[in-house]
C-alpha cells in the first residue's frame, strides 16, 4: 500500500521554465512534507519542506504547495536550470502522533526531472 | 559531500551469504537510519537509532539486524539473504532524530545478490 505516491516517473522540461512535480498522499496522519533531491551516485539530499499548517512554502526558486483537502503537493522550480536536473522524491511523515514511529519519513518512488537546455 | 559515510559502495555475494553494511554519521548527529531502495521503488525506511537505542522501526525483515555503537557508528547485518534483497541500501543521520529533523544521507552501499 502505497501512502505517497510520485505519478510521474518522468518530466522533461526546457531551460528558464517552471518546473511543476507532483505529489499525492492517502494518509490524513501525515502533517509534514519534504522534498529531496538525487543526483546519480549520490544519496538523497533534503532541498525544502512544509508543514500542514502552511499551504505554501518558498525558498529561492523552489515552492512547496500543499492543498491537504486534497491530499496533494507539489514543488514548483522556476526558472528551472540544467543543473536541477535529478531524481525528486516527495516524503512524508506523521509528526503529530504519539509513539516510536512519529519520526518515519514514507517516501515515493520519485520523478526524474530532466531540464534541457 | 553530506558528512555522512557509508561503505562498502559495491557489495556482491551469493544466495544464502550475510553482509554487513557499515554507516559513519555526520560528526555530532545521534541519530542514523537505514532505508533501502529496490528497483523502481521509493526508499522504504528500516530503522531508527537514537545514540545507541532503537527508536522506530520500519519493514525490517526478520533475517536483518542493525546496531548502533558507543562511537555512533551504525551497521546494518543482513543473513540468509535472497535475490530479493538485491537494492541500494542507504544510511542517514540528523541531530536529535525528531521528526523536524532534517535528515543528511550518505551515497549508498548497493547490494548485489546473485
Known amino acids: 500500500d502505497q501512502q505517497v505516491k510520485q505519478n510521474s516517473p518522468s518530466l522533461s522540461v526546457q531551460e528558464g521554465r517552471i518546473s511543476i512535480l507532483n505529489c499525492d498522499y492517502t494518509?490524513?496522519?501525515?502533517?509534514?512534507f519534504l522534498w529531496y533531491k538525487k543526483y546519480p551516485a549520490e544519496g538523497p539530499t533534503f532541498l525544502i519542506s512544509i508543514s500542514s499548517i502552511k499551504d505554501k512554502n518558498e525558498d529561492g526558486r523552489f515552492t512547496v504547495f500543499l492543498n491537504k483537502s486534497a491530499k496533494h503537493l507539489s514543488l514548483h522550480i522556476v526558472p528551472s536550470q540544467p543543473g536541477d536536473s535529478a531524481v525528486y522524491f516527495c516524503a512524508a511523515s506523521a509528526l503529530g502522533f504519539s509513539g516510536g514511529s512519529n519520526y518515519k519519513l514514507t517516501f515515493g518512488k520519485g520523478t526524474l526531472l530532466t531540464v534541457n537546455p | 559531500d553530506s558528512g555522512v559515510t557509508q561503505t562498502p559502495k559495491h557489495l556482491i555475494t551469493a544466495t544464502g551469504q550475510r553482509v554487513t553494511l557499515r554507516c559513519s554519521p555526520r560528526?555530532?548527529?545521534?541519530?542514523v537510519y537505514w532505508y533501502q531502495q529496490s528497483l523502481d521503488q521509493g526508499l522504504q525506511f528500516l530503522i531508527q537509532y537514537y545514540n545507541g537505542e532503537e527508536r522506530a522501526k520500519g519493514n525490517i525483515l526478520e533475517r536483518f539486524s542493525a546496531q548502533q555503537f558507543p562511537d555512533l557508528h551504525s551497521e546494518l547485518n543482513l543473513s540468509s539473504l535472497e535475490l530479493g534483497d538485491s537494492a541500494l541500501y542507504f544510511c542517514?543521520?540528523?541531530?536529535?532524530?525528531?521528526?523536524?529533523?532534517?535528515?543528511?544521507f550518505g551515497a549508498g552501499t548497493r547490494l548485489s545478490v546473485l
Open positions: 494518509n490524513s496522519m501525515f502533517d509534514y
Open positions: 542517514a543521520s540528523s541531530f536529535s532524530g525528531t521528526g523536524l529533523d532534517i535528515q543528511y
Open positions: 560528526s555530532g548527529d545521534l541519530s
